[in-house]
């Protein structure tokens, strides 16, 4: 897939464990405008140990019953990948261990997200540049330092983004960070995409995103801020998330066609119509002799431009002009 110009939905964990629930979410997601829609594949397991704390932000249940009560079996998560395909949009997920890797590539999974708590993971990064599929690494919680040795890993094997991304939820505005986009781009050249990881409630961080170069913007979606569970609150829902994916795509549609402001000949009616032309300020005699006190500028924009005044000043009629006549060059000597 080419990772140019693409919405996100990030659907994560809000299906709460419900398969039912998955499938609609992708297919709400697609009908609100998104191209992927991405979930997060959690073998607990594998990622965590049993008194691993909770983030601030959600403790209602511990880590480890929380990614084992959420979690859907291989054959779902085929399902879900199928589910993606019938309705238009690619599949996407973020792993959080080798496991969840060795799950993915077992579905058919043809991106992958690097969440920012696994960017210092640097074996699965590694993991992740063998298999040579496009990688989209988050940002969220990394120094400059920690983000420069993830994109060494991975940039001269996949096809990479590297997303803004500040790991609050949600995301005051002060803490976006759009800065640091066209700090990306300096610091990693032409080899690699940015983007945005969107964890504010509104759509202006999103917009303005891709207004400044990032090509694929993520937001977390749901059915209802009311739902269950860590992402829900702090996600779109489907009625703001449509005009969001909207006016992301009207921006870079904006991008992809530049105006020449050299040339104007599309406005010529326009012009003619709101424009002014140089007309007589009150009948003047043949021979007079214009001065800026017996000229107008007026509609219509067809005779001479009021642009051009001083060419006739001190030029003589040699006709006759009643007021409000447009001046012509034919009435001139």
Not at 149 to 175: E, N, R, W
Not at 196 to 211: E, K, M, N, W
Not at 261 to 269: G, H, P, Q, R
């Amino acid at each position: 897939m080419n990772l140019n110009n693409v919405v996100i939905a990030e659907v994560g964990s809000v299906h709460d464990g419900s398969f039912g629930n998955a499938c609609k979410l992708i297919e709400l997601a697609a009908s609100c405008g998104s191209d992927v829609v991405k979930f997060q594949t959690h073998i607990a397991s594998a990622e965590t140990i049993l008194s691993a704390p909770n983030p601030i932000y959600f403790d209602s249940e511990s880590r480890y019953d929380y990614f084992t009560r959420t979690s859907f079996s291989l054959q779902q998560w085929k399902s879900l990948k199928k589910h993606c395909d019938k309705f238009g949009v690619v599949f996407l997920s973020s792993p959080f261990s080798i496991e969840s890797i060795d799950l993915l590539e077992e579905i058919g999974c043809p991106i992958y997200k690097v969440p920012s708590g696994e960017v210092t993971n640097h074996y699965m990064l590694e993991k992740l540049a063998d298999i040579c599929k496009p990688v989209i690494l988050s940002s969220g919680m990394s120094s400059w330092d920690e983000l420069d040795a993830a994109v060494s890993i991975l940039i001269d094997k996949v096809d990479l983004v590297v997303m803004q991304c500040t790991t609050s939820y949600p995301c005051p505005i002060p803490l976006v960070g759009l800065n640091v986009l066209a700090e990306m781009k300096v610091r990693y050249g032409e080899n690699i995409k940015v983007g945005f990881s969107d964890h504010t409630t509104g759509v202006a961080a999103g917009i303005a995103a891709a207004a400044l170069g990032a090509t694929v913007i993520e937001k977390h979606f749901t059915f209802s801020n009311s739902m269950y569970g860590s992402d829900a609150k702090n996600a779109m829902e489907p009625s703001e998330f449509i005009q969001y994916a909207t006016a992301i795509k009207d921006v870079w549609k904006m991008l992809d066609s530049p105006v020449d402001k050299s040339d104007c000949t599309i406005y010529s009616d326009m012009k003619s119509i709101f424009e002014k032309s140089i007309v007589a300020a009150s009948d003047l005699n043949e021979g007079e002799l214009l001065t800026i006190e017996k000229i107008r500028f007026k509609k219509p924009g067809d005779g001479i431009s009021a642009s051009k005044y001083k060419d006739v000043l001190g030029k003589m009629l040699k006709t006759s002009i009643a007021a409000d006549q447009q001046i012509l060059p034919g009435n001139l000597v």
